[in-house]
């Protein structure tokens, strides 16, 4: 019973914290949310709001490190780097290369498709059970092709999704793209269609979250800056900020791209890097697709809400870079133009960039802080942490209540990177 009555603080109020508070409301744990900026915001709020099963392979595969210099050797490429003396970084690019091989990339397919599968289980539930206002859809996934070759050389990728993770497409080729999505200029090569797949608007669903978590007691404190814990005895007895101390029995750590800043008060290394994305938000055109979209030679995404219309992607590892780049922007743009019959209108409502946590094999880091029992790490959830939300939130709950964990958490140790002196 004292465990159910346990005071939690949860350190980052974007989706993974705000799944995380929700699975701990639901145990009986009493939660407060910390946020640096408002509740919602940083990558939780601009991205292009995928909940995709299908998104099980790691960016580090056979290939990617030849596919990123040639993109680098392009003027105003999707993936760009900006050159710095940075230790930290050409670490992460090494460790990255290191494993951009097929023995190590299904590693990573297999300890990411549990928390896709399961967060897409999980979503259904939650949307219906607390009567989420989030614009949620199943409509698929739809990876659109101009060129004939590079659209056959996919067939190879999703054989092996259909084989080994059971998670295939259907091959759409030319006039049958057109009759799936209407919205797509004629003359493109094919597509593939995810159809297990689904959306929402990450705006509205964390305003959605809010309102249920008020109800249920977890308070909410915004512009509250995490300086660091109190601790004693490898036990973290308060939550430093600039608001004064939270004292709580438990802790959960859910602060993204900046989760390697508590590196030494965690006693591990964590590897992440923030990799700078972009999004572009306006009303839906008149003739707007009905399908998300990827289109995988330019790295556009397109998602069509009910209420309005986003481009989004691009990868730029800038550092804690907080401009907003126009050439980035357009890109976004430019790399619709070439497969929509309209890409998109006017007037932009938001041009928004997010720093996504980026850990070198793929996957976050969930488990206990190997310097402080009572601290749990939920981060570096790439590009897909919309995705994977409810099914960490779950997680982090099983592991600090010990209930039997839904999924196995052996490939998100933290001990996988470098643990450091206590």
Known sequence: MSNRQGRVVVIGGGVIGAASAYYLMRS???????????????????NCGLVC???????AEPGAIATALRALTRRNSP??????????????????????????MMESGRGIQPLLESSASLYRELVESENLACEW????????????????????TDALLRDEFHCGARRCDGEELLELEPALKPGLAGGWYYEDDAHLRPDKLMRSLRGVLEAGGVAIREHCDFQGFAASDGKATAARTDQGEFEADDFVVATGALTPRW????????????????????PRPAICPSIPLIFPETRVAVTPFRSGYR????????????????????????????????PYCEPVESEWYGWRPM??????????????????IAAGHNMIGLSMAPATGKLVVELLTGVAPHLDPRPYEAARFALLPR
């Not at 710095?84 to 190590?104: G, I, T, V, Y």
């Not at 989004?312 to 050439?327: H, K, L, Q, R, V």
């Open 28 to 46: 009986g744990r009493r939660a407060t949310v910390l946020e640096r900026g408002v509740f919602g915001g940083g990558s939780s709020s601009g």
């Open 53 to 59: 099963p299908s998104h099980v392979l790691p960016l």
């Open 79 to 104: 993936f760009m780097i900006r050159p710095r003396l940075d230790p930290k970084l050409w670490s992460w690019l090494l460790q990255f290369a290191m494993r951009c091989n097929e023995r190590d």
């Open 137 to 156: 859809e199943r409509r698929g996934l739809l990876f659109v092709y101009a060129e004939r070759a590079l659209m056959d050389a996919y067939a190879a």
């Open 263 to 282: 590196s030494g008060e965690l006693g591990c290394r964590i590897p992440i890097q923030p990799g700078k994305g972009y999004s572009l938000t306006m």
């Open 311 to 342: 481009l989004g992607s691009t990868m730029e590892f800038a550092g804690y870079d907080s401009t907003i780049n126009p050439s980035r922007i357009q890109l976004l743009r430019d790399g619709a133009a070439p497969y929509l019959r309209e």
């Open 359 to 376: 850990t070198y094999d793929g996957m976050p880091v969930i488990d206990r802080a190997p310097a402080l029992r009572n601290v749990m």
